[in-house]
């Protein structure tokens, strides 16, 4: 059967690239009304359905809008409702952007699964996939493969040609605890990409404690003194191939991290995969354009 939430929860923060404050209410929502993003600034009508043909921008997160309404970063949320099964949702926010808050989904899966969910008088619907689907992405060498399976599976390969991480890969199905083992893992991003994605106008919500900075070269004190400044974080160091902000809950918390983004990614289905989904090297642009093309093709069965 279909669930929404037994009530609505309130998070407040900023959003980790615009830096806008914003305040966001989950609520209940109707059966079979899927989950949608309503700018509350802009007016009650300004709703935005969380479908993968809604999505206008990858840049560093999801986005999606739908006439001249579109709210950013949505996928840490789309992941946490995605796993804890809430089919209905209605998401007020009074601004462009999610707020990041700790970087992982922990914070909304706390406060959802404090009550638990609300069971709804309908049944919920599943994606069956056809036939076998392959995506290649030339440029990055990104792939995508889905197989018809009676199980949700995901298996991700991440691998940024990068020292300190390393080649890491996940699986996750039914056996591994979203809760204790996904929702935690916080965003992340290089530290050598910190000045260019600051020069984009992005991470200006990035404040060291909802990041993770991986250490890719060696960094000069100059370099160091700008970042401390940039970020305000005086007591910045190097350490072990990280900046010292925070600690690891995870040796893998990247590739665990990049799960959680895949599972909200993948929800923009509108309804759960009964598939395999084998990826690599994959982020928001590949996942989103994969869903959108998915939509459109014949290969999807809605049971
Ligand atoms: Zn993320």
Do not use: W
């Not at 921008?57 to 099964?85: F, N, Y």
């Not at 204790?180 to 200006?204: D, V, W, Y």
């Not at 990041?211 to 940039?230: C, F, G, K, Y």
């Not at 690599?280 to 069965?301: E, P, Y």
């Amino acid at each position: 059967m279909q669930h929404t939430l037994k009530q609505p929860y309130t998070f407040n923060g900023k959003g980790l690239h615009t830096g806008v404050v914003t305040t966001m209410t989950i609520r209940p929502a109707e059966p079979g009304s899927g989950i949608c993003f309503r700018r509350t600034d802009i007016g009650s009508d300004a709703v935005v359905k969380a479908l993968a043909t809604n999505v206008t921008s990858t840049d560093r997160g999801t986005t999606i809008s739908c006439e001249g309404a579109s709210v950013s970063t949505i996928e840490h949320l789309m992941s946490a409702a995605a796993a804890l099964g809430v089919d209905n949702m209605m998401v007020d926010i009074d601004g462009p952007e999610v707020p990041i808050l700790d970087g992982s989904a922990l914070p909304y899966v706390k406060a959802i699964l404090a009550d638990g969910l609300a069971g709804q008088d309908a049944e919920r619907r599943t994606l069956a996939p056809q036939r076998p689907f392959h995506f290649e992405d030339d440029a990055s060498g990104a792939t995508i493969d889905i197989y018809p399976t009676e199980e949700c599976e995901m298996q991700l390969t991440v691998d940024f040609n990068s020292k300190v991480l390393g080649v890491q890969r996940f699986k996750y199905d039914a056996s591994v605890d979203y809760v204790s083992q996904i929702a935690p893992c916080r965003t992340f991003c290089f530290f050598h990409e910190l000045e260019f994605l600051a020069s984009k106008g992005l991470i200006k919500g990035g404040d060291m404690d909802n990041a993770i900075v991986i250490v890719e070269h060696p960094v000069d004190n100059a370099t160091l003194e700008r970042m401390r400044s940039l970020f305000h974080a005086e007591q910045l160091e190097v350490r072990e191939g990280y900046l010292n902000n925070l600690h690891l809950h995870f040796p893998d918390e990247i590739v665990r991290h990049k799960m959680l983004d895949m599972i909200g990614d993948f929800a923009l289905l509108g309804a759960p995969i009964k598939g395999t989904i084998i990826a690599c090297k994959t982020g928001h642009r590949i996942n989103t354009a994969v869903c959108k093309s998915l939509l459109q093709s014949d290969i999807l069965k809605l049971l």
